[in-house]
């Protein structure tokens, strides 16, 4: 059971900003990380009593974060798929632009190459998403992603291995559409 070192507190004070960290290069939106970080955390203040400590609080903290964001691209993207198939709302703007890049990260002349990059990221399969961005952007070792992802380390690294592939050739592609345009 819970250790006193791992009262809500000192989990918000020690992880809040990895897990609106790890939102944000999900979902690349400020208003939508935050949004997702303060579900994390209503999830873990409801749950942290009966954690069992059979992983790490920072690889259960990732895996509870990386469900929250797919939840809610899952969420967002049904939202977008009624508003094009269904009535038309007072909040059309809304689903239009629900998409916007930002990263506060990212300095303001290459916010465009970042999000061309990142709307490349956002076509890989939800897997070789998670297993990229944990990797080379969250910077965790291949055992770690495991861990979280619960899956095996050779798994681990194919994903992490088609999604280079893949994101070679998608960036080729537009880097050569780019090209042709200038």
């Known amino acids: ?56 609080v920072k690889t259960w903290l990732y895996r509870i974060t990386m469900n929250k964001c797919l939840d809610f691209i899952k969420h967002k993207n049904s939202k977008k798929r ?28 290459n916010k465009e190459k970042a999000a061309q990059l990142y709307a490349v990221i956002n076509e890989l399969s939800e897997n070789q998403k998670t297993a990229f ?7 965790l070792s291949n055992p770690e992603i495991s861990v979280i992802m619960q899956l095996s380390i050779s798994s681990v690294e194919s994903l992490i291995f088609r999604a280079k592939t893949t994101l070679k050739e998608k960036l080729a592609t537009k880097f050569e559409e780019y090209r042709k345009k200038k």
Do not use: C
């Not at 939102?23 to 009966?50: G, P």
């Open 82 to 109: 009624f508003f094009i198939f269904g009535n038309k709302s007072q909040n059309e703007t809304e689903y239009l632009n629900s998409s916007n890049f930002e990263h506060p990260g990212i300095l303001l002349e």
């Open 133 to 139: 961005i944990l990797s080379k952007i969250d910077g």
């Open 1 to 56: 059971m819970m250790q006193q070192s791992n009262s809500f507190q000192n989990v918000y004070n020690q992880y809040h900003i990895l897990v609106y960290n790890v939102a944000l290069n999900y979902v690349q939106n400020i208003e939508d990380a935050e949004e997702i970080t303060q579900d994390v955390f209503i999830q873990v203040h409801a749950s942290l009593e009966r954690f069992e400590e059979k992983s790490t």
